[in-house]
T-cell receptor
Framework: RKEVEQDPGPFNVPEGATVAFNCTYS??????FFWYRQDCRKEPKLLMSVYSSGNEDGRFTAQLNRASQYISLLIRDSKLSDSATYLCVVNMEYGNKLVFGAGTILRVKS | EPEVTQTPSHQVTQMGQEVILRCVPISNHLYFYWYRQILGQKVEFLVS????????KSEIFDDQFSVERPDGSNFTLKIRSTKLEDSAMYFCASSPDRNQPQHFGDGTRLSIL
């Protein structure tokens, strides 16, 4: 089983749509969780940390389910500028390295 | 907003040559990292560095790789004898502590000929 698994997409959605991404991770002792976005040939940029209680930042909502080892990201009212690859990232318990999923491609079209 | 800076943005080198990639982490951060991303593939961890020593490294980080913090600001990755398969984007990252989010530099594209 992959350490961090994501649906690669692509998700093609119209502007204004709501889209949800999911991610699963294999190590139950993982400590911290993040969503990063990556534009083509650019560096990963932190979108938000993910907490068990769920957290929201504007149009973005992230959820963590530790029992199911599942992380989600919801984007409401999609903008053209949201087009990117969304990376599910987990900080494993046994070290301070980030483990990245392969990413989910989002394309928002007008 | 403070940021991680990397130089050069693009490095082209002959196979077998040594390369040094440079990074200036965010000034009050204590943990430093190198990652790489081969074109079309996911971001992979190479090494983490704290308190002037390596705290963790991956299988990719073999004897050909080394890291150094030569002064109070720079953090370098050296590849001693480059191979074709070292061609990738190399990202430096830093964080204030081990569970805080890591902030990435804009990368060095390494092309081995």
């Amino acid at each position: 089983r992959k350490e961090v698994e994501q649906d690669p997409g692509p998700f093609n959605v119209p502007e204004g749509a709501t889209v949800a991404f999911n991610c699963t991770y294999s190590n139950s002792a993982s400590q911290s969780f993040f969503w990063y976005r990556q534009d083509c040939r650019k560096e990963p940029k932190l979108l938000m940390s993910v907490y068990s209680s769920g957290n929201e930042d504007g149009r973005f909502t992230a959820q963590l389910n530790r029992a199911s080892q599942y992380i989600s990201l919801l984007i409401r009212d999609s903008k053209l500028s949201d087009s990117a690859t969304y990376l599910c990232v987990v900080n494993m318990e046994y070290g301070n390295k980030l483990v990245f999923g392969a990413g989910t491609i989002l394309r928002v079209k007008s | 907003e403070p940021e991680v800076t990397q130089t050069p943005s693009h490095q082209v080198t002959q196979m077998g040559q040594e390369v040094i990639l440079r990074c200036v982490p965010i000034s009050n951060h204590l943990y430093f990292y190198w990652y790489r991303q081969i074109l079309g593939q996911k971001v992979e961890f190479l090494v983490s560095f704290y308190n002037n020593e390596i705290s963790e490294k991956s299988e990719i980080f073999d004897d050909q790789f080394s890291v150094e913090r030569p002064d109070g600001s720079n953090f370098t990755l050296k590849i001693r004898s480059t191979k074709l398969e070292d061609s990738a984007m190399y990202f430096c990252a830093s964080s204030p502590d081990r569970n805080q989010p890591q902030h990435f530099g804009d990368g060095t594209r390494l092309s081995i000929l």
